[in-house]
């Protein structure tokens, strides 16, 4: 039979500090079990760390389960327990499940997928993404910044200001030197990310622009707006090249495929449209969602399509058929972002409202892989690191931040199993 230590044993030490405050600040469920969660923690002790039994009981004192079973503390835990990310909220960077077997038996299972928490942004967080080496994290906000942040440590490295509006797109360059950003007032700005400098303002948009693509090569970006466009502009000289019309509402976000031959926008018409980069020639309508279409991502291998709609789906298309292939329903609202891991072989998508998760999908079968839990309110945007190994979800509203990801299927172990005192 498998011991505690044994267990232990088997976690790998990088996640041992997050067990330790998952014990810490989790083993409360009912007053009955108060006693044996004290006696775990003593057991623990031996296995984490020699202050963990006096650090334990004052977070069991405090922690108390709500009527649905999730624990939340009524006021801020001892200093230097960060567990808890904020006062009323469930318990983070980690989360778990405490399952009362019965008055003398406890079981905990932990998840290990939350890595880190950024905040720093005073308003909603619309758009997030990664460097080309995966070091820096951009985020734009509504708070009129584009931040950022060390993907490794999460601290802020700088803030990107110049803006009179909300920033609602941001997209790095293929070399990873420079910064472009979709705002409200109308314009798209680029800025040196190495220092934060702007560097030059395109203007054209007669409406807010809501997204911006880099091309492959690096030499065009694309910017989708509300005034039922997209543009593209030489990102040397910020010289407006062409203008692509066919949607006729809101364009909310756009894409250049790998080969950067093509374009795809999604609008609030609820279609997706192909565009050839060369001519600005349409090349087809994917048709099919029944609601706005927020977010659009072209697989690595350039043959799919993903979109993510209002009408709480994401659906996945043949790029070069537009025919579609599958839909992907587990979403309970609308869904804001989809992005393809480097490999192509997951997809992430974000939602909103009471919804509130980012769901990993399987790109070949369309199965729900798993749902990252963690946002206190939706998520408009979600980004792979290039290795894959890491995913970034942007919240808004009261949230407003950016949170980090192990994309990894989350290891789930027992602590403590069947303990009896």
């Known amino acids: 039979m498998e011991t505690e230590q044994d267990t232990f044993n088997a976690i790998p030490d990088r996640y041992s500090q997050k067990l330790k405050k998952c014990i810490t600040n989790c083993l409360s469920f009912n007053p009955e079990t108060r006693p044996n969660a004290i006696a775990l923690v003593q057991r623990a002790k031996t296995y984490i760390s020699s202050d963990l039994y006096n650090v334990g009981s004052v977070a069991i004192a405090k922690a108390k389960p709500d009527q649905s079973g999730n624990i939340k503390v009524e006021k ?49 967080v619309s758009s997030v993404a990664f460097s080309p080496d995966g070091r820096q994290i951009a985020s734009a906000s509504g708070d009129y910044t584009v931040r950022l942040w ?44 190495a220092t934060g400098a702007e560097l030059r303002t395109l203007k054209g948009h007669l409406c807010s622009v809501f997204g911006v693509a880099f091309s492959p090569d690096g ?90 709609s209002g009408d709480c789906t994401v659906m996945l298309w043949d790029s070069a058929t537009g025919a579609e292939l599958r839909t992907l329903k587990g979403h309970s609202n609308w869904v804001s972002s989809v992005a393809f891991s480097p490999d192509g072989r997951q997809i992430a998508s974000a939602s909103a409202s009471s919804d509130c998760t980012v769901i990993l999908w399987d790109s070949a079968t369309g199965a729900e892989l798993r749902t990252l839990k963690g946002h206190s309110n939706w998520v408009s945007s979600v980004a792979f690191s290039p290795d894959g190994r890491q995913i970034a979800s942007a919240s808004a509203s009261s949230d407003c931040t950016v949170r980090l990801w192990d994309s990894a299927t989350p290891t789930r172990r027992n602590a403590f199993t069947k303990y009896r005192t």
Not at 85 to 96: T, W
Request: net charge neutral.
């Open 150 to 193: 060390d993907s490794a440590t999460g601290a802020e490295l700088r803030t990107l200001k110049g803006y009179s509006n909300s920033v609602f797109g941001v997209a790095f360059s293929p070399d990873g030197r420079q910064i472009a950003s979709a705002s409200g007032d109308c314009t798209v700005m680029l800025w040196d990310s």
């Open 219 to 308: 030499r065009q970006i694309a910017s989708a707006s509300g005034d039922c466009t997209v543009r593209l502009w030489d990102s040397a000289t910020g010289a407006e090249l062409r203008t692509l019309k066919g949607h006729s509402s809101w364009v909310f976000g756009v894409a250049f495929s790998p080969d950067g031959r093509q374009i795809a926008s999604a609008s609030s018409d609820y279609t997706v449209r192909l565009w050839d980069s060369a001519t600005g020639a349409e090349l087809r309508t994917l048709k099919g969602h029944l609601s706005s279409v927020f977010g659009v991502a072209f697989s690595p291998d350039g043959r799919q399509i993903a979109s993510a």
């Open 76 to 124: 801020e835990p001892p200093r230097g327990i960060d567990a808890v990310s904020e006062v009323g909220e469930k318990l983070a960077p980690i989360s778990s499940e405490i399952t009362p077997l019965s008055t003398s038996q406890l079981t905990i299972r932990v998840h290990w997928n939350l890595l880190r928490t950024l905040k720093g942004h005073l308003k909603s």
